[in-house]
Antibody, heavy 126, light 109 residues
């Protein structure tokens, strides 16, 4: 079945780096763009951006440019999120989510997140 | 701050109808989507393209759109529907491509 399996929880010190993985299975990896979403403790969902699994080109939301890096290893159908120079405020659950794209009658498309990973908790603390 | 505005909370008794609204200029030009998130779980889509429901979502969930507002309606609310609900849409401001609403906690009394 279609699933996204994320790596386990991480505990890091401020200034360190962490790389989270999201292993896709049950579908053609390159057919669906991968999305990343952050949820800080007790807070709502924040869209971080996405990466085309076809071209490898990432797109970052405004607040996630610089220290956040999306990458892929298509040979193992896995997407990665790397967070550099970690700050305490990066403590959150990070979700990967597949984007489903569907056509409209006018030739345009609409898209949404149809399959989600269970999330990876990153805790940044000294 | 989010360009999509949701009420922080909605409370209903079992069997009643819950309506959760989401307002934003982007919704006049783009479809709205709704995600349900139960405690400790990942979100899941319950409504897409304003009013379409995935096949595995109960029929009591429906969506509608009017002007700059989309509404998620849950008819005959059940205890298991207690969750946080987030609307999402493309971002009209151009700052980001997508944006989420702040979320609405649905409490079943």
């Amino acid at each position: 079945q279609v699933q996204l399996v994320q790596s386990g929880s991480e505990l890091k010190k401020p200034g360190a780096s962490v790389k989270i993985s999201c292993k896709a299975s049950g579908y053609i990896f390159s057919n669906y763009t991968m999305n990343w979403v952050r949820q800080a403790p007790g807070q709502g969902l924040e869209w971080m951006g996405w990466i085309s699994t076809d071209t490898g080109i990432p797109t970052y939301a405004q607040g996630f440019k610089g220290r956040f890096v999306f990458s892929l290893d298509t040979s193992v159908t896995t997407a990665y999120l790397q967070l550099d120079s970690l700050k305490v405020e990066d403590t959150a659950v990070y979700y990967c989510a597949r984007i489903k794209v569907l056509p409209l009658h006018d030739g345009t498309y609409y898209y949404y997140m149809d399959v989600w990973g269970k999330g990876t908790t990153v805790t940044v603390s000294s | 701050s989010s360009g999509l505005i949701q009420p922080p909370s909605v409370s209903v008794s079992p069997g009643q109808t819950a309506k959760i609204t989401c307002s934003g200029e982007a919704l006049s030009k783009h479809f709205g989507y709704w995600y349900q998130q139960k405690p400790g779980q990942a979100p899941m889509v319950v409504i897409y393209k304003d009013d379409e429901r995935p096949s595995d979502i109960p029929e009591r969930f429906s969506g509608s759109s009017s002007g700059t507002t989309v509404t998620l309606t849950i008819s005959g609310v059940q205890a298991e529907d207690e969750a946080d609900y987030y609307c999402q849409s493309p971002d009209i401001s151009g700052t980001n491509l997508w944006v989420f609403g702040g979320g609405t906690r649905l409490t079943v009394l």
